[in-house]
C-alpha cells in the first residue's frame, strides 16, 4: 500500500502538476512518503501471505481516490495548512512504526492472532490506545489532501477511510475477544480504541 501511494503521487504531479515534482515542499513530502514505503516493506517482510477483503479494498481505493483529487482540486496558498499537513504525514509514519515495533512479530496485515507466545500489549503506544496502527495510517492518508490544502481530497479520504477503520477495528476487537477472553475485556475497559483520552 505505502509503495502503490507513492507511484500515485508521482503519476499524479506527472501528469497534472509536474512543476510540484520540483517544488521543495511537494518533493519533500514525496521523499517521506517513499521512506515510509520503504521502512514498511522491511519491517513487513515477513508477512508474506496477504488476505484483502472488501473493507480493505475500500479502504485502498477510497484513500488512492483521495490523493489524486488531492492533486487535481489542490490549493496552494494556504501555508498553514500545508505545514500541518506535513505534521501529521511525520506524526502518522512515526505512531505507526511504534505500533509495528511494539507488537513485533505479531504484527500483520491480516487480522490474525498467534495463540503460541502472543499476548495483549498494554505498553508502549498500546499504553494509551488500542489500535495505535490504524491511527497512524488513516493520519498518514488524511495528511495529503491537507498537504495540498484539497477540501475535495480530504473529504473523500474521510468518507472512505473513517467507516472502513470503525469496521476494521470492530472486527480485531472481536477477534481479540475471542482469543483472549477477559484479559482482552479487562484491556479494553482501561484504554481508547484510537484516540488517547477520548474514544
Known amino acids: 500500500m505505502p509503495s502503490a501511494f507513492a507511484i500515485t503521487l508521482i503519476i499524479c504531479y506527472s501528469i497534472y502538476a509536474p512543476s510540484l515534482l520540483f517544488h521543495p515542499m511537494y518533493f519533500l513530502s514525496l521523499s517521506i512518503l517513499i521512506v515510509w514505503a520503504i521502512v514498511e516493506v522491511l519491517v513487513m517482510q515477513g ?98 489532501p491537507i498537504i495540498h490544502a484539497s477540501i475535495v481530497g480530504f473529504l473523500v479520504v474521510l468518507f472512505f477511510t473513517c467507516p472502513w477503520i470503525i469496521k476494521r477495528i470492530s472486527q480485531e476487537e472481536q477477534m481479540m475477544i475471542d482469543a483472549f477472553g477477559g484479559l482482552y475485556e479487562a484491556y479494553k475497559r482501561k484504554t481508547k480504541k484510537i484516540i488517547p483520552f477520548i474514544f
Request: net charge positive; aromatic share 22%.
Open 47 to 144: 508477512d508474506s501471505k496477504i488476505e484483502y477483503n472488501f473493507l480493505d479494498w475500500v479502504f485502498k481505493v477510497g484513500g488512492l481516490t483521495g490523493l489524486i483529487f488531492g492533486v487535481i482540486f489542490r490549493d496552494l496558498n494556504h501555508t498553514f495548512i500545508i505545514y500541518l499537513g506535513f505534521f501529521i504525514l511525520i506524526s502518522g509514519i512515526i505512531i505507526r512504526y511504534w505500533a509495528m515495533k511494539t507488537l513485533g512479530i505479531y504484527f500483520s496485515y491480516t487480522l490474525k492472532t498467534e495463540r503460541h507466545g502472543q499476548r495483549v500489549l498494554d505498553y508502549g503506544v498500546y499504553r494509551y490506545i488500542r489500535h495505535p496502527s490504524y491511527l497512524g495510517i488513516f493520519l498518514i492518508i488524511i495528511s495529503f
